[in-house]
Each structure stands twice: as C-alpha cells, then as structure tokens.
C-alpha cells in the first residue's frame, strides 16, 4: 500500500501504517536544486528517504531546522519530573512535552533516565538536568516560574478548578512516592486530578499528559477552569 506525497510515493507498511516517506523524486540533481530552494531540508534525507516519526510539514527537514521551527512557537510552560528511582515514566512526559511544544522538560536527580517511552521526540525537545529539587527550584526562583505540584495529596486542589498560570514549572514526582517532601512543600500550589474508580492514582506519565492538556485548554483555547458546583 502507498500513498503520494511530496510528488514522490509515501512508504507503508503491510498493514497500511505510514512509516515514512522515500528518497526525494529525481535524483542529485533534483536533491540539489530542493536543496537550493530550501535550506531547512536535510542532504541524507533527500537521498535515502525520511523514517522518522515527524508531522508532514516536517518531512526532509534536518533536526535542527525541527528544532529551530519549534523554538519560534513554544509554549512558556516548564514540566519538572522527579527521577530518584530511574522512573520509566519519564519518557513518556518527555514524549508528551514534546506533543504539546513545551519550553522545556525538567529532570531533578539522576542524569540517565529512561528513553524507551520518549520514542526519540528528546531530539526535538528541550530537556534540561537539576541534581536536586533545591537546584530546580533556585531555576525556577530565577526564572519567575510559579512551581505548581501535581499530586493527590491531602489539601490538594482539584485541577479542574485552579486557574493555571501561562507561565508556570509544573513539578510531578516519581511513580509510586509522588512528590518529595521537599517538593511538596516548596510548591505555589498543588493540584490534584480527580478520579472516580478504585485505584489510589495514576501513572505518573498520565497524569502529566492530562496536566499539560489542560494547560492546552486553558491558554491556546482560553477556556477558564470549571467550578466545584458547576
């Protein structure tokens, strides 16, 4: 199964699923002369076709040229997430930091972390290191970037109510303990998500992709929070 694209045919597994795009129709000299036209693609890729898991626009850019387009839109929200115990949830928060165009993606504690669930989106996204919550938090003191903790925790304030600042270091803990207790108590706030069935809580890579939609909604869409008596 194929699909046109770029004047050329988009590559597809048997089952139908695009898998990425072939070499650039016409040979060098037509790689050459898209090459003049337009100095965000990429050579190799213009000769050995484009795999990656990139939106069309994207196809035949070089990395840096992706990166370089996202900096011009990103969203002024920061995510920090704890890694004391080398959490797996980690790549999954970067993945969907990368999905929903963060400035940046925190890691407090230790330097490697899982990438399996990052599925390579941390070559597009801005992730910066902190050896300890007390680092973190001095970078965000500079930065002017409220610190907003998201756990279920006693005291905390549904998510659904609070008015997310535009600006703001939205800090998740690892899976399991949540949030440290100096993170907790260092927090402007925390929110907690509601939940309905049996569990005690959700992975700590769910709860960050519903945390940062609903940053989404709040600010590109403007929709205020709800209310407790709506």
């Known amino acids: 199964m194929t699909k ?104 407090v504690g230790k330097r490697r972390w899982n990438r399996r669930g990052a599925m390579v989106t941390e070559r597009y996204q801005h992730v910066r290191h902190h050896d300890s919550v007390g680092e973190l938090l001095a970078w965000s003191a500079e930065q002017e970037l409220p610190v907003i903790g998201i756990d279920n925790l006693p005291g905390s304030v549904p998510l659904e109510t609070y008015d997310l600042p535009e600006r703001c270091m939205m800090l998740f803990g690892q899976e399991g ?13 925390v929110l907690s998500i509601a939940q309905y069935g049996s569990t005690r809580s959700i992975n700590a890579g769910a709860a960050a992709a519903i945390a940062m939609h609903a940053w989404i909604r709040r600010h590109p869409f403007h929709q205020p929070p709800t209310t407790t008596d709506a």
């Open 177 to 189: 303990p949540g949030l440290s207790e100096q993170a907790h108590e260092a927090c402007d706030a």
């Open 4 to 107: 046109r694209f770029n004047g050329g045919v988009e590559f597809a597994s048997e089952d139908g699923a695009a898998v990425g795009v072939p070499p650039w129709p016409g040979g060098p000299e037509e790689w050459a002369r898209a090459l003049a036209a337009d100095a965000r693609l990429d050579p190799d890729l213009l000769e050995h076709g484009d795999t990656r898991n990139v939106v069309d626009e994207y196809r035949y850019w070089s990395r840096e040229a992706i990166v370089a387009d996202l900096d011009r839109r990103r969203h002024p929200l920061h995510v920090g997430i704890e890694n004391f115990a080398h959490d797996m949830n980690i790549g999954s928060v970067v993945r969907t930091a990368n999905a929903f165009n963060v400035a940046e993606v925190h890691i």
